[in-house]
């Protein structure tokens, strides 16, 4: 027999425990945006193509990530964004960044 607090008390445990799982996900792609900015900035820093830098960090990146790549001066800049797992009004953009030192600046 279901009483009234069980019958209140299960649809929020639900809700509770979807919003845990939502925010582990999140969590998972944010630390996948962030390797994927490292990736991309170490492949940049040893001087490998435009092409082969992004796809280092496309590789790492969740699904449908947009990787951009910069140089500025002796510094090599990668920013990996993606939108986080969507779940209703929760939507947003999950980001990492990484710099580097182009590795043929090094002992100049």
């Known amino acids: 027999m279901v009483t009234a607090e069980t019958a209140a ?3 929020t445990l639900v809700l509770l425990v979807a919003m845990l799982l939502w925010g582990l996900m999140a969590a998972c792609a944010q630390i996948q945006c962030v390797d994927a900015a490292r990736a991309g900035a ?3 820093a040893r001087s490998e ?3 082969s830098t992004l796809a280092a960090a496309r590789a ?3 699904q449908g990530a947009r990787v951009v790549f910069e140089r500025e001066g002796d510094l090599v ?3 990996v964004a993606a939108a986080a797992p969507a779940m209703g009004p929760l939507n947003m953009t999950l980001r990492g960044e990484a710099v580097a030192l182009a590795e ?3 002992g100049r």
Do not use: K, L, S
Request: no cysteine; proline share 11%.
């Open 77 to 79: 800049r990668v920013r």
């Open 60 to 62: 790492i990146a969740p």
């Open 104 to 106: 043929e600046t090094v």
């Open 49 to 51: 193509a435009e092409g």
């Open 42 to 44: 170490r492949a940049a």
């Open 9 to 11: 008390v299960i649809p």
